[in-house]
């Protein structure tokens, strides 16, 4: 039981990791926790769309974890050109570091999942990294492209950056975001 | 797919509902959204010590949910005496409001999930609830009790409402819990 808390209270770090986009109506930035919640409730909303059959809970699984390498490493908006491998092994290492806090047998599952999500290989994998994908973009179109604004993000960095993914794992979901980034692109919603 | 969108951008002002404890190290109080995230993991890796055998993606689902009503009426601390049939009666018309806005079938799925985890009867809505309680006291065991500090929350107080429904669920918890309280007792971690 020791070894769960110490990984509870762990894992709370990820309450203080920021990200680049603000919740709509709000000052602050969203922090990875509560984007992980999000994006499992919009998996299990989708899921009827997904690209093949899917274990859902398998993708709510990697939805809820998926992040959590970011309490060593920090957030990096997803338009940074360069550095992924030498980031993705910091995440790794985080990652083993905290699901090691656990019983084994718990800690093996949640960085099987972990591994599964960042490998994209199964459907599920696919899946949850569409929904991943698209949820800062939604909350870009419902908030007037504010991270794309602050960061300098062009429409064609946002279209070459996630439609692969969005298409592969959940192609109605981007069929519905492919014409409202483009209605997003008019409204000047971009960067440069 | 419009449906889909509009619901989980509704579910975004989760993130605006703030609670009553502070995440250890942070200046600011806990949001709804990252605490629904951090009790889903927390379930999971509970899971083995669940009072009885469970399916735990329905676990996953009822607390990833259980907390959208108050997008209409805001967090009341666990502690406050009275006016919870009133409360549960608001917050139930705010998640019809909400389910409402998505694709029937899965508007469906989700208030049943919801009321599920309300009504404590199956397996997993009480597991579900004792997870639930459990969170607050982990994270104030690990703040020196600023919650019931801050609320003047004695120690009698917080025993009492939270022994019944976390021994009920997952009681393991409760033993390694009630050991822990005791300490916190000791060390003067508690209102008057």
Not at 124 to 151: H, I, K, T, Y
Request: glycine share 8%.
């Amino acid at each position: 039981m020791q070894q769960v808390v110490d990984f509870i209270l762990e894992i709370d770090k990820l309450k203080a990791v920021t990200r680049k986009i603000r919740p709509p109506g709000l000052d602050r930035y969203e922090n990875s926790a509560e984007h992980s919640w999000q994006i499992a409730l919009l998996a299990i909303s989708l899921a009827s769309h997904a690209g093949a059959p899917i274990d859902l809970s398998r993708v709510v699984g990697m939805l809820l974890v998926h992040d959590l390498g970011e309490i060593d490493t920090g957030d990096t908006l997803a338009f940074v050109e360069g550095g992924w491998d030498e980031r993705k092994a910091a995440e790794r290492a985080a990652v083993t570091r905290i699901f090691g806090l656990l019983p084994e047998e718990q800690g093996a599952a949640f960085l099987a999942l972990w591994q599964e999500f960042d490998q994209e290989e199964t459907p599920e994998a696919r899946f949850a990294n569409a929904v991943d994908r698209a949820m800062p973009v939604l909350l870009n179109l419902s908030n007037q492209g504010q991270s794309w604004r602050e960061n300098g993000v062009s429409y064609e960095r946002v279209v070459r950056r996630v439609s692969g993914q969005i298409k592969a794992g959940c192609p109605a979901l981007w069929d519905y975001l492919a014409v409202r980034l483009e209605e997003a692109r008019q409204q000047g919603w971009f960067g440069a």
